[in-house]
């Protein structure tokens, strides 16, 4: 990523659209109180810490960049981060039961709503991959640099920026690294945050991404499966007849495959993908196992459920299909197991 980081005042300028007063926000327009905040004296002084400190926020991002945090392994990093955060200055810190870390910077108002400010701590590489940092002209390249461990250092510029400031809040700001935003995570740690914490969460914000001049504002929803058809497998030749999980999974993925073309032809967009295929160990052995993982994304819920109830009904029809006219043996057996599930949303652009 690029040596410029002065774009970090473009975050904390989103967090004061999101903290504005809500009793001020039905008098006047948005724009109106953005100005007026931005006119306040802290409010300038905590944008020039961030231009004077850059020197500082690179090295907060090289040195967590350079802690490994693969999908399901984030904790050392976590426990780094945490310290940065305590360091900085927070009323309370904690790390909860999947290992998000939280920090609160309380708010002013007697019953203060919360406002969420969060990064990932995991990156998409898996344990192993070398982590360094390294410095070609002004840019600095390492894996995971970007996603997300900018949105982490940005975190901690905007607490040390307000916190040098002396910035008051009406709000509690929650400052969240999160795990289990990559690959197979799930969203577990936002997931967790929302259903499982004590916290009344009344906006979040995420940092992820490398665009400095995006907002955005719609959840794209997925769905994704890994689906295993077993049977007891044999010899090609001198067990024909026994029911064969390729075949099986053959068919299912031809009339899934035909019946989604025509769906996702038209509508909101909605995508599918075969995306692995195992199983089998030889040329002329009916296999006893065979697997696929399976994505499936729409900009829409109802397109996401639809496309989805197509994907179960292919692999039923095959599997009822194959069971019945199979010539011996036990019938086939299929495990489809959900192993992503994000809902698709959308925040009206203009709140
Ligand atoms: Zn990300």
Redesign the pocket.
């Known amino acids: 990523m690029c040596l410029n980081n002065s774009k970090i005042s473009w975050f904390l300028l989103v967090l004061v659209v999101f903290l504005r007063s809500p009793s001020l926000a039905q008098e006047r327009s948005v724009l109106d109180e953005v100005q007026e905040i931005m006119a306040n004296n802290s409010v300038q002084a905590a944008f020039e810490y961030l231009d004077t400190h850059d020197a500082e926020t690179l090295e907060t991002l090289i040195t967590l960049t350079e802690i490994p945090a693969p999908p399901f392994a984030e904790t050392e990093r976590a426990l780094a981060f945490l310290e940065m955060l305590n360091l900085a200055g927070v009323d309370s810190s904690y790390i909860d039961e999947v290992g998000n870390v939280i920090a609160l910077r309380k708010g002013s108002a007697p019953n203060a709503s919360t406002l969420v400010i969060s990064g990932?701590l995991d990156t998409v590489f898996p344990e192993g991959t070398n982590v360094q940092v390294q410095q070609i002209g002004d840019t600095l390249r390492a894996p995971g640099i970007g996603?997300?461990t900018r949105?982490l250092a940005v975190l901690l510029a905007i607490l040390k920026s307000m916190n040098s400031n002396n910035i008051e809040t009406e709000q509690n700001i929650l400052f969240v690294g999160t795990v289990g935003?990559?690959g197979l995570g799930d969203l577990r740690g936002v997931k967790q945050l929302f259903t499982e914490s004590d916290w009344t969460i009344s906006s979040f914000i995420s940092i992820?991404?490398t665009s400095d001049t995006r907002v955005t504002h719609q959840g794209l929803g997925s769905h994704r499966y890994l689906v295993t058809f077993a049977g007891p497998g044999g010899h090609s030749w001198g067990a024909f007849g026994l029911i064969n999980p390729a075949h099986v999974l053959s068919r299912a993925v031809y009339y899934f495959e035909i019946a989604a073309d025509t769906y996702t032809r038209g509508g909101p967009k909605t995508s599918y993908n075969i995306g692995t295929l195992q199983g089998g160990t030889s040329i002329n052995s009916i296999p006893a196992e065979v697997s696929m993982q399976v994505d499936m994304r729409s900009e829409s819920q109802e397109r996401l459920i639809q496309i989805d109830s197509i994907f179960h009904r292919s692999i039923n029809r095959a599997v009822q299909e194959m069971n019945l006219n199979r010539r011996n043996g036990p019938p086939l057996v299929v495990d489809i197991k959900l192993i992503g599930d994000r809902p698709s949303g959308e925040t009206d652009s203009g709140e």
């Open positions: 990932h996603d997300d949105g935003e990559e992820d991404g």
